[in-house]
């Protein structure tokens, strides 16, 4: 074998090594800092697909042999490695060692694993090409894999707060719309939605505009229903998406990257495909019959204890919840609270609210899903401007 051809096999073993290490990395990152059972599995089966593709180069290898390899491919690198001679062992950066976090660990290992998949599919060229193509697939789906793994973090991040989130559509309130969501947001609700089928679009912007101003004095998140323009004119925090909509990653492109796009899912397998789209939570529903919004199929608790057993991303459970089955709600699965009719409906909104809370306290105790529980949630009062 010419010195070149053995320059070549040592980088691509050291570039194999790197990037099996960065997938371990990533996969332990899922596994036990995310909980993710669906993300841990697309990391491993890359990382198994990565060892099927390194074996490609067998062929290459037996051809620049002569056809005499004793050994397999794997043995080939393996004495091609040199590691006392590797001066590249002993160089190391200023910040090479410093990690902030778990997730700045897994960021690294993506980022590592980018760049020694392209070293390899490069040098690859030069002794097959069918390996360096195959290669550079596998660099696209690391890619994907980068995503969905910061995306998944993020959301937890970003809407992993939320208790109470309520449903705002005029017609089901009982009072006055903009009152109704003042109330709310004084009883505690975290996340406010406007969901307005039939008003203008002018309309629907003002009012999301007046919204985005009141969720910001107490400190809570607006999203809008289906629109992705009207999110992203108003200053909204986000959108929510309906299987019909809109595709997530479409939806990311059209608004700031601050804001938070959730989507709706009312069986398993939707929920499986949501997961990929990596949202920012998923509605899962509805847990029972609403008058709200009717449907055939009623998803019930047991779809939303399944979706917990498949994703770590937020969920959201939508459909028929009031204080009363909130308790069996939560017992499927630690999630947010999607209420519409049993809190904008009632004469006394915020009252309604902190019904609700409690009722959630006396589920979950002091220490729920998303953060601390007050057992006695005090009334949400706007924040003081800063003076």
């Known amino acids: 074998m010419t010195s070149r051809n053995l320059a070549t096999l040592r980088i691509i073993d050291a570039n194999a090594n790197r990037a099996r290490e960065a997938l371990r990395v990533m996969e332990e990152y899922a596994r036990f800092v995310l909980g993710d059972a669906s993300l841990t599995l697309a990391i491993k089966e890359m990382r198994h697909s990565f060892a099927?593709?390194?074996?490609?180069?067998?062929?290459?290898?037996?051809?620049?042999?002569?056809?005499n390899a004793a050994n397999s491919m794997r043995s080939s690198l393996i004495a091609a490695r040199d590691i006392l001679g590797d001066v590249g062992r002993s160089t190391a950066t200023s910040t090479e060692y410093e990690r902030s976090d778990p997730s700045d660990v897994a960021c690294a290992a993506a980022k590592r694993l980018g760049e020694a998949l392209r070293v390899i599919e490069e040098y690859g060229k030069t002794l097959d090409s069918n390996f360096a193509r195959a290669v550079e697939q596998c660099r696209y789906r690391g890619y994907e894999l980068e995503r969905r793994l910061e995306f998944t973090r993020r959301a937890r991040e970003r809407f992993g707060h939320v208790r109470l989130y309520v449903l705002l559509t005029e017609s089901i309130c009982h009072g006055d719309w903009?009152?109704?969501a003042e109330a709310a947001l004084r009883g505690g609700a975290d996340v406010l939605q406007l969901r307005e089928k039939h008003l203008s679009d002018r309309e629907l912007l003002e009012r999301a505009q007046r919204l985005v101003e009141l969720c910001r004095k107490y400190e809570a998140m607006l999203i809008v229903n289906d629109r992705v323009d009207v999110a992203a004119m108003s200053g909204a925090d986000g959108v929510h998406l309906g299987q019909e909509d809109l595709p997530v990653s479409l939806a990311?492109?059209?608004?700031?990257?601050?804001?938070?796009?959730?989507?709706?899912?009312?069986?398993?397998?939707?929920?499986?495909?949501a997961q990929e789209q990596t949202p920012d939570?998923?509605?899962?529903?509805p847990m029972f019959a609403s008058a709200t919004k009717r449907q055939d199929h009623v998803a019930g608790p047991e779809t939303l204890a399944e979706a917990r057993r498949r994703t770590s991303l937020p969920l959201a459970a939508i459909g028929g919840i009031d204080a009363d089955n909130a308790r069996e709600v939560l017992a499927a699965a630690p999630c947010c609270l999607c209420v519409c009719r049993a809190i904008i409906a009632q004469s006394d909104v915020t009252q309604a609210c902190t019904r609700l809370l409690k009722s959630m306290d006396a589920t979950v105790g002091s220490s729920g899903k998303h953060h601390t529980h007050v057992t006695n949630p005090p009334e949400r009062r706007a924040a003081s401007p800063p003076g």
Do not use: D
């Not at 099927?52 to 056809?67: D, M, N, P, R, S």
């Not at 059209?254 to 495909?273: D, K, W």
């Open 52 to 67: 099927a593709t390194v074996k490609i180069l067998e062929g290459a290898i037996f051809k620049i042999e002569g056809g």
């Open 178 to 180: 903009f009152a109704t």
């Open 252 to 273: 990311r492109r059209m608004l700031p990257p601050t804001c938070v796009v959730g989507l709706s899912t009312h069986t398993v397998e939707q929920v499986v495909s």
């Open 281 to 285: 939570y998923i509605a899962v529903g």
